[in-house]
């Protein structure tokens, strides 16, 4: 009855077009109710402890460290970069698209951010270039769920304060799953572009490619800072967050001097904008959380999986089944919030590595962004591209597939993720 009440409350809410914030709240008000322990001071105050986390303060920095790297040129000189290196050979723009993103993903840890910085910038070279306009938004819609896998992650920080779990192990699992992501979008791109006659632009010289790295010399630098510090124990993730908004913003005002002193206001408050959202959510989902735990819903869950549980490989992947069929209706941030307070019991129950099921987690909650129709980021390079949502979901599939692949071959193969981790914690 208690699942029932939960997520009747849930999706009813949901259904009638009530914001998912409110619909946690009113989702945990229900169970209150059902649990006859409704009490508005109860309810008040897990809504205030629910943002009130110190490695949530890395949220912020990390979206304001995304707003000043668009703003500011970081992007612009990353995607020149990648121009110069790889843009001579066949279907080099798309190559460029997929090496910006990696390298943009270390910078500020937003899908949405990287998506928009790459679809402003690239999305009409392509097409200009004589690629079909639909493919070309998909390849970089695809390519910006590179963002939240590769560290610093938004997703990491927030599954890491829901879970318990350590979020600079979080973050180093994290590098080589994303760079595999980034190879099985490389060899789909190669497949679907093999057989376009397209003239390549001519390969830039050394001096070009060395003009281009001094260039993007500054905005390099940060994901180096950032993976050293965090691998040497220098800074905390939420540390990390602050020296990458600070010394985003130094390069932006005083390197690059593109990010003129009259735009940080408007900078500060977009920043301001979507980081109130986010952590609305966090408090939000974070009452529902309590109210899980007094309810003792994760256990109810862990008897309905209990056949499962003697298979941490089947559990896997009936749990990757679960995340892919709600990523289709729900955002990113939401679901990790909803499910891992119940799944984590679960998954320790079966003996399965936090960090491990962690990074896949995100990765399925990350490919969740480009699956329609809900689709965060599909969204966004509809609407920064110009292009009809029909044509970008035409476009993406097949690079969403080959990202889906790959996460199944991380089920089937835990050491592909766990074996580089834990190389890089040594």
Request: a neutral charge; one cysteine or more; glycine letters at 8%.
């Amino acid at each position: 009855m208690t699942i029932t009440v939960f997520l009747g409350s849930l999706l009813g809410a949901m259904a009638l077009g009530v914001p998912i914030a409110f619909s946690l709240l009113l989702c945990g008000i229900a169970l209150m109710w059902h649990l006859d322990m409704f009490d508005a001071q109860i309810l008040a105050q897990n809504l205030v402890n629910g943002a009130d986390s110190f490695p949530l303060l890395a949220v912020p920095f990390f979206m304001l460290a995304g707003e000043v790297m668009n703003t500011g040129g970081l992007s612009k000189r990353i995607v020149d970069l990648a121009l110069a290196v790889v843009g001579h050979v066949r279907g080099g723009l798309g190559y460029v698209a997929i090496v910006a993103a990696c390298v943009l993903s270390a910078l500020s840890g937003s899908a949405v951010a990287d998506a928009a910085a790459l679809s402003a910038l690239l999305v009409p070279m392509m097409v200009a270039a004589g690629h079909d306009k639909a493919r070309s938004g998909g390849l970089i819609a695809a390519a910006g769920v590179i963002g939240p896998i590769i560290p610093p992650s938004i997703g990491f920080v927030i599954f890491g304060v829901a879970a318990n779990v350590s979020i600079s192990k979080l973050f180093l699992a994290g590098i080589f799953p994303g760079v595999l992501i980034a190879a099985a979008l490389w060899v789909t791109w190669w497949w679907l572009v093999r057989h376009e006659k397209l003239t390549p632009p001519p390969r830039s010289s050394k001096g070009e490619v060395w003009l281009a790295f001094r260039k993007a010399g500054w905005a390099l630098m940060l994901p180096l800072i950032i993976l050293v510090g965090l691998r040497f124990g220098v800074f905390t993730p939420t540390e990390a967050a602050v020296v990458a908004a600070v010394y985003s913003l130094f390069v932006a005002v005083v390197v690059y001097r593109e990010l003129k002193p009259s735009q940080l206001y408007a900078v500060f408050v977009t920043a301001a904008r979507t980081t109130g959202v986010v952590m609305f959510l966090v408090a939000a989902a974070l009452v529902s959380a309590w109210l899980i735990t007094v309810a003792d819903l994760p256990s109810k869950v862990v008897d309905l999986l209990e056949p499962l549980i003697g298979s941490p490989m089947l559990l896997m992947l009936a749990i990757m089944a679960l995340v892919m069929l709600v990523g289709t209706a729900m955002d990113m941030t939401p679901t990790i919030l909803i499910l891992t307070p119940v799944l984590m019991p679960v998954v320790k129950a079966a003996g399965i590595d936090p960090v491990y099921f962690g990074v896949l987690f995100i990765i399925n909650n990350s490919i969740g962004l480009v699956t329609p129709p809900v689709g965060t980021v599909l969204n966004v390079v509809a609407g920064v591209a110009r292009l009809r949502m029909d044509d970008v979901i035409r476009g993406v599939w097949p690079f969403m597939l080959a990202e889906f692949a790959m996460l199944l071959l991380m089920v089937l193969f835990p050491w592909l993720v766990m074996g580089p981790a834990k190389f890089l914690a040594g």
